[in-house]
């Protein structure tokens, strides 16, 4: 075994070879046998990952073509040979010398141990899993370097950022692939395949780094997959062929799309572009949960699925390996056996799972973070821009202020396909999707929208003074001035089926186009006008009062300028989350139905 790429030397866990120096309050590697004691002139790692061996220092190396430095030895392969997945890889490692650590000196003062900085530090991985970075110990440089080699990296050319994170808001798409390679992964079907976009989430970073939204994405999505360039291993590039209408998991695998085609598919879907990928495949549910020691579940019922081979009882147990593995794949165990219903199931244990990983039993147990951050490096494939274990700590540092309670697990909004006599596929829902990617777009925190309404709403206040019209009797004519195709067709939707305004009309297009939208209402309409300016966030600029009544059954006139940027979206303030939207907190533990 190699002991410089596996962290182990003859029967030693690696785990227990990292031990606290008393002196410096680093974490350092004894790779002889003396992990035990409390100082030794044995070979020994500092946290800075260099080595000393009588007074000289051997820094690490790396080549960034992908291919290891010539004085590093091969990673032995696995048993089952090594992953391949659509797209060009490149293969990271770190050398490092040996040598004999130096004494401290006598009269040297010790250094009280570091503090640990905010123990956030983590990143996500596939829909079925998450990966943590150990952000606190002093040894944590180290340790990255030293699993540098297990990476792997695709180039996705443009379809993402060439810059590690960034200062406004950030998007990582976690890509969970049904790929079967691995041992016991024969067994689940589709053996031989590419693997696809199987579990998808696009974790949506706010700019302030107080909040995130991690929207996951049906497999089963009907949709447009665009055009999409992808890398050789010589070096040249092959377009695929984008397709109307296919199943969003197709994104990936299929005529030789890689993940920058499910990025690409993406943006194209949301409007959002993603900055990085993390992907993974079964082995990562696997090795990572038996990193941790297994992860809490809650089951509302006992489940007994003989299909996944799932056996749970009511209420709280732990979960790993094969046994989470077929959680997170059955659909015959949770309510109306859809993919919808497995998508809540993951997304409560992926809540669960960064409680687990974010804990102190965690966090503070070196050989856990050993065995963890090992599982996790060979688990991820990502994108060359965080294709090796420094940036990826740098991604996880910023990801990491990002406070649990302040994680929202949600689904994309959709319907069932209304091309399909008996639906078996989704498509975006048109409104309630939209206005979701508008408040994702727009930087709006699902956790803070309610107090920006309120603020926005109060510079209205003068506005909206006055009695308001029940949403039934609001009677309305729309008309798109704006620059959005069918846009008083959605505004309508929206206003019948979100707001309960019943008597909405569409009147397609405005005569002309006009900048700033605006409401036409009689003086006895006043309030059918203040009940719809409250719901769609008009300004007093956008209110144009007649100077007689209306009679009978006459409506306002709302006309949508070129300000409308979507329905639902309020004219002034931030977008109004879908009614109804289902989201769960990262925080909060929950029983699966």
Known sequence: MDAHSRGRADDIDPADQWVLNPNTGNYELRLDHSAGESSSP?????????????????????EGSGRRGSGSREREA?????????????????????????????????RKPKKSRKKKALLWTGGVMAFVVVAGSAGAYALYQKFNGNIDAIDVGDAGSKNVVTDGPMNILIIGT??????????????????????????????????????????????????CETKNEDGTTTVV???????????LGQNGRDPGCT???????????????????????????????????????????????????????KVQGEQALALLRTRDSFGNRSDLDRIKVQQQFLGSMIRE????????????????????????TVDTAIGDAKKLMTLAEEIGKVDTKNISFLTMPVIDNPNEPKPVTVVVDPVKGEQLFAMMRSDTSLTEVKQKEKAAKGKQAALLKGPKADAADVRVDVLNGGEIPGAAGSTVTWLQNEQGVLKSTNKANAPEKIKKTTLEYAPNQADQARALAEMMGLPATAMK?????????????????????????????????????????????????
């Open 241 to 251: 062929p984008g397709t109307p209408n296919e199943r969003f998991n197709t994104s």
């Open 263 to 317: 990025m690409r598919t993406v943006e194209n879907i949301t409007g959002l572009k993603p900055d990085h990928f993390m992907m993974v495949d079964f082995n990562a549910v696997k090795s990572l949960t038996s990193a941790v020691g297994g992860v809490k579940v809650c089951m509302a019922k006992p489940i007994d699925d003989p299909k996944s081979h799932l056996k749970l009882p009511q209420g709280e147990s």
């Open 78 to 110: 696995a048993p089952d040979g090594p992953r391949q997945v659509p797209g060009q890889r490149s293969r990271r490692s770190s050398q490092g010398g040996r040598g004999a650590a130096e004494p401290p000196s006598a009269g040297r003062r010790k």
């Open 545 to 593: 009062k007649g100077t007689a009544d209306a009679e009978g059954l006459e409506a306002m006139v709302l006309t949508l300028g070129a300000d409308f940027k979507g329905a639902g979206q309020l004219i002034t303030g931030p977008p109004k989350p879908p009614k109804d939207l289902e989201k769960a907190s990262a925080d909060k533990a929950v029983c699966a139905q």
């Open 42 to 62: 044995s070979r020994t790692a500092t946290a800075e990952g260099t080595v000393r061996r009588g007074g000289s220092r051997t820094g690490s190396s790396r």
């Open 178 to 227: 049904d790929k079967r390679t691995g041992k016991g992964n024969e067994g689940y079907g589709d053996k031989g395949s590419e693997g696809h976009a199987d579990t998808t989430i696009l974790f949506h970073v706010s700019e302030d780094r107080t909040n995130a939204t991690a929207m996951s994405i049906p497999r089963d999505l009907m949709t447009e997959i665009p055009e």
């Open 357 to 380: 990983m974010k804990s102190s039993d965690t966090l503070t147990n070196p050989k856990k973070l050993y065995k963890l951050a090992d599982a996790a490096t060979k688990a991820l």
